[in-house]
């Protein structure tokens, strides 16, 4: 059921990704950026596929921050507010629906120490 959730915000707003599932409800997701080659930690700066979604959405924007930034933020919240609405509505029960998102500055992982190992 969370798999089918995931799959349909996947395929109408392919430029986020999820993350991880934490608990049982909520929906950790990143916009796609580019990981750093030697240190291994995610950058703020997009990957060319999620950049062209945004451009070929009128929205010029090549890093995370610009996502969040007064000239664009309020295109890109609505961009990603529409994607989300879609899935929603296809979604089979209340406990599917994404009811609230935020754009996070950069992605977890091990390297940038948000994540660690599981015991």
């Known amino acids: 059921m969370f798999q ?3 799959g349909c915000f ?4 392919p430029y986020m990704y999820s ?3 934490l608990f ?3 929906v950790v997701e990143f916009c796609q950026t580019e990981v750093d080659d ?3 930690v995610p950058t703020s700066k997009l990957t060319h596929f999620a950049r062209g979604h945004f451009v070929a959405a ?3 924007v090549s890093d995370v921050t610009e996502l969040t930034s007064k000239e664009h933020g309020a295109s890109v ?3 990603i507010q529409s994607g989300i609405d879609t899935a929603n509505r296809k979604a089979a029960s209340r406990a599917q629906l994404i009811q609230k998102w935020t754009i996070l500055p950069r992605d977890f992982s091990i390297a ?5 190992k599981c015991y």
Do not use: N
């Open 19 to 21: 993350s991880s599932q």
């Open 4 to 6: 089918d959730l995931l």
């Open 38 to 40: 030697t240190t291994s």
């Open 10 to 13: 996947g395929r109408h707003v």
């Open 112 to 116: 940038g120490g948000e994540l660690g």
């Open 77 to 79: 919240a609505q961009l």
């Open 24 to 26: 049982d409800t909520v």
């Open 58 to 60: 009128g929205i010029d």
